[in-house]
């Protein structure tokens, strides 16, 4: 292969400028590679120069001449045949001389003569394979530079990448180089910032040693002149302590001398304090037991009458009030002490409610304004309201139990009581009579504090050998239909509450004094806990709606029943009392409430109920032979309890807001006439062994 590229290399054929003209107007039928060729090989119609030896293919070739030479000479057939042959041979290089084979020779004959000479198509034949044979080599050749000119251009791309990477690595480090020449820039300019820092520092520090020696200076000269200053004012002190020493010591003789008569005289001080205190605790025993004794004497006279006792609460204002709101939006709402309230007459909001009497707490003004004058004055007219006991927003739950104590004593003794809570809705009756939803300590209503004054009595009466057995039953009475409200079967309370034949599934009967609701549940009672738990049943069993008047009003009369069975072991001794304890539904104006529907009907129902209640209430009073009773299924359920055999209580629950001072003074004229009934002297249900 060397070789072979080497002879292509050195080979230089003879070339003719002038040659192509000719070639083209002596032979026009030549195509232009060949004429091409013949410009590069020479014409071989020329004979080659001396120093131009051919071998065997350019020998063919002298060959070739000379044979045409004597066809030329011969014959005309052979003038015709040289002219036909006048087309240029291309030589064949002399590089391929040792491959292409040349034309064999015409044999001879033993005299030595040619046997036969070639023919033109011999020789075009032998043309055409030297050509095939120069066209594989030139193909050969120009594979083998094609896969040179491949490997060049592969071994330049891989120059070329090389070149780039190295052209990255040095632009790399060209920016390192330059970030790091601007970092020695800046290392340069801190060094010389540094450097004028600390020639400023080396200058200020020379300064200030220049300062603090002079400041030695100084002080060395302050401190001779204190301590020679010191020295004089020591020796004048030492002066003044001897001189007060002696004062001192007068001093504290007139003080021993005045401790021994302080001393004498807080002696004789805490004598005569301790003798004021006891006489003091005596006058304060004394108006005790005269308050006790009278208030013992006013309910006997009570009793001995036979009245019903009324007492009035007053509820605080709540948020859903219109003064409250007003007072919050002012700022004037803020709370007070229990002796600053008690001291005004008039509580911030309650320009229409007055507390009067505030000695015995008994009496209540209500003014109403009837008309404006001219200048925008309200004109008031005031009514005057006189109970057993008037409680104001200040007073708190213990204070309203303590009224009720000795009614509750007298069901443990055998007495029949009745204590009620009347007014209008929202004035606060379920919050009395049962507290808050969530209650505490401070918070509960009437009934479980009753029901533990109950519990704490049959316990201490047990070391007296009495044994007490109690019941408790609660019940509802909505649209003049009794409701089991400890019953906490859903389907009870919302099926019908009458049979196929009409008649009511709870009828009322009364048997020996007391009333039997038949079908009512009566759950015995161990403690207050079990109490407390029938209550929080009660509560979620009872009916109540939203009216325009209050959130969560009662929609129905609740009667919580007690009834107490009490024997003394030794001598057999029994007594039954029954402590009643009833929340009134609201009273209520249909144009207040804005009851519809099923309000309007709930509405009717109540104040029907209401009103046999003061039916009631008025034939006891002017002792009348027919009581209505059975004029509503309230009355009827506690027709023994209300008669002249029970004790009766009633709270009148009354709200502060100006929106119902009419509800109020309605509530209030109810009650004073209520408290103006006298039903006879109430009786004790005991019996013994011997009767």
């Given amino acids: 292969m060397e070789n072979y590229l080497a002879g292509l290399k050195t080979f230089r054929p003879p070339q003719s400028p002038r040659l192509a003209p000719a070639l083209k107007s002596s032979y026009p039928h030549l195509s232009p590679i060949s ?182 200076e100084e002080i060395r000269l302050n401190q001779e002149t204190a301590e020679k200053r010191i020295a004089a004012i020591t020796d004048a002190a030492n002066h003044r302590m001897c001189e007060y020493d002696s004062c001192i010591a007068k001093l504290q003789q007139n003080i021993n001398e005045l401790q021994e008569k302080v001393h004498d005289q807080k002696e004789e001080m805490m004598q005569l304090q301790k003798q004021k205190d006891r006489e003091i605790a005596a006058l304060d025993q004394i108006l005790k037991d005269g308050e006790v004794e009278r208030s013992q004497l006013r309910y006997a006279m009570q009793d001995l009458r036979g009245t019903v006792r009324v007492c009035c609460r007053v509820r605080p204002f709540i948020p859903h009030d219109r003064e409250y709101r007003l007072m919050a939006a002012t700022g004037k709402h803020q709370p007070r002490s229990l002796a600053a309230q008690r001291a005004a007459l008039t509580i911030p909001g309650m320009e229409y409610i007055h507390f009067t009497d505030r000695a015995d707490h008994r009496r209540i003004t209500l003014s109403l304004p009837t008309s404006t004058t001219v200048d925008g004055e309200r004109q008031l007219k005031d009514y005057q309201f006189q109970f057993d006991k008037v409680f104001e927003p200040c007073d708190t739950q213990d204070q309203v139990f303590d009224e009720i104590q000795q009614l509750v004593q007298s069901a443990l003794d055998g007495y029949k009581v009745c204590i009620f809570a009347y007014g209008q809705t929202g004035s606060g009756k379920t919050y009395t009579m049962e507290g808050p939803s969530e209650p505490n300590p401070n918070s509960k209503g009437m009934i479980p504090r009753a029901v533990e004054q109950v519990f704490d009595f049959s316990q201490r009466m047990k070391e007296r050998g009495w044994d007490y057995a109690l019941t408790a039953s609660f019940v509802e009475i909505y649209n003049e239909q009794i409701r089991d409200l400890l019953n906490d079967d859903a389907a009870y309370h919302d099926g019908p509450h009458t049979y196929q034949d009409g008649k009511c599934r709870h009828e009322i009967r009364i048997v020996d004094g007391y009333s039997i609701l038949t079908g009512v549940m009566e759950v015995p009672v161990d403690s207050a806990d079990t109490v407390a738990q029938l209550l929080q049943v009660a509560m979620r069993n009872r009916k109540s709606s939203t009216t325009a008047m209050n959130d969560r009003a009662s929609r129905s009369h609740s009667v919580f029943s007690l009834k107490i069975v009490g024997i003394h072991e030794g001598t057999a001794q029994q007594c039954f009392g029954v402590l009643n304890l009833i929340d009134l539904a609201g009273s209520e104006r249909v144009a207040l409430s804005g009851a519809q529907g099923d309000r309007l009907k709930e509405t009717s129902f109540i104040n029907k109920s209401l009103s046999s209640l003061g039916d009631v209430i008025v034939a006891l009073a002017k002792g009348d032979v027919h009581v209505p009773y059975r004029n509503s299924k309230l009355t009827h359920v506690l027709q023994p309890y209300m008669g002249n055999e029970s004790k009766t209580l009633m709270f009148v629950n009354v709200s502060p807001s100006e929106l119902f001072l009419n509800e109020t003074l309605n509530s209030l004229r109810f009650a004073a006439k209520v408290n103006a009934c006298e039903i006879g002297l109430a009786r004790r249900k005991v019996t013994s062994a011997f009767s």
């Fill in 35 to 216: 004429v091409k060729i013949a410009t590069k090989c020479g014409d071989p119609r020329q004979p080659p120069s001396p120093g131009h030896r051919l071998t065997s293919p350019n020998r063919s070739l002298s060959v070739r001449s000379q044979s045409t030479t004597r066809m030329r000479s011969s014959s005309p057939a052979g003038i015709e045949a040289a002219q036909r042959l006048q087309s240029p041979i291309v030589p064949i290089p002399r590089a391929f001389a040792g491959t292409v084979k040349p034309p064999p020779r015409p044999s001879e004959n033993k005299d030595g003569n040619i046997r036969r000479r070639p023919t033109e198509m011999d020789l075009l034949r032998r043309e055409l394979v030297e050509l095939q044979a120069f066209n594989e080599a030139l193909q050969q050749r120009n594979a083998e530079e094609a896969e040179l000119v491949s490997a060049l251009t592969a071994d330049k791309e891989g120059l070329n990448q090389q070149l780039e990477q190295q052209n990255c690595k040095i632009a790399g480090l060209e920016r390192e180089l330059q970030s790091r020449t601007n970092d020695l820039e800046k290392e340069k300019r801190t060094v010389e910032t540094i450097r004028l820092r600390e020639a400023a520092l080396k200058a200020e520090i020379e300064m200030m040693q220049k300062k603090i020696a002079a400041l030695h």
